[in-house]
Structure formats: C-alpha cells, structure tokens
C-alpha cells in the first residue's frame, strides 16, 4: 500500500478563497483523522471519522471549515473563506481500529496571503 | 482531560552522545502512549508505542522508552545519536473514549551537532 495520500502537498491560496484540501486513506483502515500543525498550537485534531461517518468535529475552528467522507477510501477538508490565520500543515491519519498505529500523509501546507 | 507536557522544546546532543527526550502525561484511564519523529517537510512516523505489557518500549532505528506510571512519564532514550536522528519528535498519548485520537506534546526538535 502506498500510504496516506494527501494532495496537493503545497496550497498557496489568496485570502477569500475556497480551498480544498484531499486525503485518500489506507485501504481497509476504518477511522480517518483531520490534524492542523502550527507553531503556535502544535498538532491538534479537527475531525475524525469513523465508518465514514463524522464523530467529533469539535475541533473544526469555525463554520468557514468543513469536511466529508463521501466513501472509505477518501476524504476532503474544505475552508471556505480562506484566511491567513488558517496557514499551517494539515495532515490526515488513519487507522484500522483498536490500538493500531496511526499512519500519518505527508500533509499539505497551506499558505493564505 | 488527558495532555501531554514534553520538558525542553529544543534538545542539543553531541553525535555519538546519549538522547532523552522527556514525556509526561495526564490520563485518567490507563493511556496508551506514543512518540513519533517529523522530519523536515514530511509526515509523523511512529517510533514506538505502550499499550500494555512490558513498560521498556523498543522501537525503530534504537530508540527506545520506559512508562512509569509512578512518575506518569514516558521518556524517549537513544543511547547513541547519529546525524540522521536530527528531527522533531512528538509524544501522544490516546484519547480517553479510544477512539484513536491522539493528544499530542508539544513536540520537541532535536538537534545532533558532529
């Protein structure tokens, strides 16, 4: 298997702009997690999901942040209006269940000016 | 609430010296704790894990950590670090629902000077 794969790896965006954010997850991992890096915040959770089906949001910033899971094998994270204070690296994870590892992507650092 | 206090967020070594990077957690179930090394412009890989069992953790490229639960730490030790090991590293520690969901330090960069 490939990994996490996440796309695109970098995003320069101008502020007001719908960006989207991609993630194909490893086959057969049931559980799929939205992080955003940053230095002042460190890594923290956005979203997760479970059987493609949203659980916990409660770390989504703000409304202008959305994200889906439309089948097991992908995932979106939508920011819609961009704003500079969303730049950072956002990564997605998953896992198969239990207390497996978490596979991580190699994230996609977004830049909003 | 479970967090994760990682002490120093730079750490300097000597090539060839010994690496401790410290971990300390709070949970109020028994955790399930992880260390996973960023290196530069890429994603997070699992150097090790405690889930149960022995509390000497072995993991890859000779790290390793001990949980205490006395002391509620789990400390990355190396006993010899190369160039290559210069990254950031980041404890974790599960969530309390085991959902998955990873707490995360606040990471702690490491540099290995020749």
């Known amino acids: 298997d490939a990994g996490v794969i996440q796309s695109p790896r970098h995003e320069v965006t101008e502020m007001g702009q719908e960006v989207t954010l991609r993630c194909k997850p490893i086959?057969?991992?049931?559980?799929l997690f939205w992080y955003r890096q940053t230095m002042m915040r460190g890594l923290e959770l956005l979203i997760y999901?479970?059987?493609?089906?949203?659980?916990?949001d409660s770390g989504m910033p703000e409304d202008r942040f959305s994200a889906k899971m439309p089948n097991a094998s992908f995932s979106t994270l939508k920011i819609q209006p961009s704003e500079p204070r969303d730049s950072a690296v956002y990564f997605c994870?998953?896992?198969?269940?239990?207390?497996?590892?978490?596979?991580f992507g190699q994230g996609t650092r977004l830049t909003v000016v | 609430a479970q967090s994760v206090t990682q002490l120093g967020s730079h750490v300097s070594v000597s090539e060839g010296a010994l690496v401790l990077l410290r971990c300390n957690y709070s949970?109020?179930?028994?955790?399930?704790l992880f260390w996973y090394v960023q290196y530069p412009n890429q994603g997070l890989q699992l150097l090790l894990k405690?889930?149960?069992?022995?509390?000497l953790v072995k993991g890859i490229n000779g790290f390793e950590a001990e949980f205490k639960k006395s002391e509620t730490s789990f400390h990355l030790t190396k006993p010899s670090a190369h160039m290559s090991d210069a990254a950031e590293y980041f404890c974790?520690?599960?969530?309390?629902?085991?959902?998955?969901?990873?707490?995360f330090g606040q990471g702690t960069t490491l540099q290995v000077k020749p």
């Open positions: 994870a998953s896992i198969s269940g239990g207390w497996t590892e978490a596979f």
């Open positions: 086959s057969g991992h049931n559980s």
């Open positions: 999901f479970n059987n493609n089906v949203p659980i916990d």
């Open positions: 949970s109020s179930v028994p955790p399930y």
């Open positions: 405690y889930t149960t069992g022995a509390t």
């Open positions: 974790a520690v599960s969530d309390e629902g085991n959902t998955g969901k990873l707490i």
